[in-house]
């Protein structure tokens, strides 16, 4: 597809198409007889702005009636943009596609009224979605979701972006409002993010809503009114995000409804809470700890088994919540078997004159006393081995953990701490908690740059030892080694090499401002170097945090070549030609 295409065109690259439309209906459907009537096919669109005021659908021409169907992948070849403008948004979905197998690549989608990409295959087909990957795609400034992905099997998001979603008009919406996520699995198994962003979101940022098997991790969360939500997920792993708000823009994106004018908190960290809503079905009610929905008959499981690990999360309102759902619904909810491990928290931020600020909530203060089974349980909610430090003179309203607990409810509320350190103590320290007021209350923004909180010989409020929660936390957030019998609480392992020096250079030195990318870097094979450097044959040396030479080389572009290094972690690439020597810190894993 080109914007210049003709639609009488019969859609090669030399002579594309104008429409997708006309793109679909030249791939050919499957055969009952064959791969169960499935075909595969992919549309490619050349660079430039697709603008739309519909929506790019595979919907009417994904199966034929007859046994047969096509399963479209869509790909974009350099700059393609997709949508409206910032005067006249498109008046609908920007992206629905259907079918199995498939992919979405290298695409942006900008200025809608309703969703970027949606994804959910009809009724009457009885067919879920599965094996999708979402790859390179950036959603901008979309009324609802940036992504909504409903019922889908296998799908991976990585590389992508969600700006701004439901964002865009209704500035003056005073409560009662409420509005859609960033990015949102709904009813999905085996789902995946990483290494994407998702900011500026009115409403929840990632948010997993009735799904299994789900893994975030490598994500940058941040100004969003809400950043991370489970909500009636269960077996998620949520690991080595960055989660915050930045200075001097959270205000803008704090207000769930804008038009309030009441203090309230920034945008919160994490919340878990079973909503009991359904997907295609009615009636929900709780039952054996799972929402169950009639007409169709649907099951979800309650939050179950999730494990959040380091992660780094700074500046947030609430940082983590328990909250007892939609306890209107028939029968009990269940949040059990939850672990918070190994996670750094520093900052709090709101507005003044918000009273009773919870850095950790657990919020069940409904009780339905004439109608004894609605009500929502916590079982086996460990938080341990953490670090939570927030600035108790600037917000002496903070309180470490507070509960809102129904004199009336029957239980279980079973949660506890222990191994973590705070700055204050409460009520509900562990055995091991430990107390240190020097622990920094709040820090200058870390942003990428994670260094401000590594625990050093010279940083010792952020090293405390204890024995790991899980054996299967082997590295910390930068992907470092962690010690197998005594691990450093919070999401980095200890490092008594923070001040290395290397050939009497002490690292990192910057001097002219370079810039080494991407860092960090995931299975790179190259790292890419930009600033004020002479055009000159440049000497490289990368070293191990321990000083190991792991690579010296020479290069005469800004390309260096790392596919032969195998080392994992703190690294430290030293650059020097006739006039210049410069180093900088590397993160490889």
Known sequence: MSVNGDDSNP???????????????????????????????????????????????????????????KNVSIEGIGEVIIGGTPDNFSSNQLLRLRGSHIYIKNLKLKYGNFSGIHLFNDNQSNIRQNNVLIDNVRVDSVKIFSMILINVDTILVRNSGSFY???????????????????????????????????????????????????????????????????????????????????????????????????????????VANEGACISGNLPSFENCQTKCTAPIEFFPNVDSMFVFNNIFQNLGNNIGFWQGNTDIIGVNCIKNVFITNNTFIGMVGMEGTTNWPFISFHFASYNFLFNNFYSTMENVRITNNIFSYDTVTYPNIQPVQTAF????????DFAFDGNIWLQTHQFMGVNDIVRTNLPGSLDFIGDNINLILPCPENQPFVYSQPPAFDFI????????????????????????????????TLP????????????????????????????????????IEGKILKTATTNSNEIDISDIKYKGFSILKLENKTNLNSEKLILY
């Open 11 to 69: 859609g090669t690259i030399d002579m594309p198409v104008k429409s997708f439309n006309i793109a679909l209906q030249k791939l050919p459907f499957g055969t009952s007889e064959v791969n169960n009537g499935n075909s595969y096919g992919l549309i490619m669109l050349l660079p430039g702005y697709y603008l739309t005021d519909g929506f790019i659908q595979s919907e009417p021409q994904w199966h034929d009636g007859q046994g047969g169907y």
């Open 165 to 271: 979603a439901s964002q865009p008009g209704n500035e003056n919406l005073t409560y009662p409002c409420q509005w859609p996520s960033g990015i949102k699995f709904n009813g999905c198994s085996y789902c995946t993010i990483h290494d994407s962003e998702i900011a500026f979101t009115r409403g929840e940022g990632l948010n997993f809503h009735n799904s299994i098997y789900c893994k975030s991790y490598r994500n940058k969360l941040h100004d969003n009114t809400l950043n991370l939500y489970n909500d009636n997920s269960a077996k998620l792993s949520i690991h080595n995000n960055l989660i915050y708000n930045t200075p001097g823009l959270w205000e803008s994106f704090c207000r769930t409804c804008p038009g309030d004018v009441n203090p309230v908190l920034a945008g919160r960290g994490l919340l």
């Open 406 to 413: 129904h004199s009336l409810h029957p239980g279980p509320l």
């Open 474 to 505: 082997t590295h910390d957030f930068y992907g470092n080694p962690r010690n197998s019998q005594m691990t450093n609480v919070g999401a980095l392992e200890f490092n008594e090499f923070c001040n290395l020096t290397i050939e009497n250079i």
């Open 509 to 544: 030195y910057n001097k002219n401002k370079i810039k080494v990318y991407p860092n960090p870097c995931y299975d790179c094979k190259k790292l890419f170097i930009s600033g004020n450097l002479e055009n000159e044959n440049l000497n490289y040396t990368i070293y191990s």
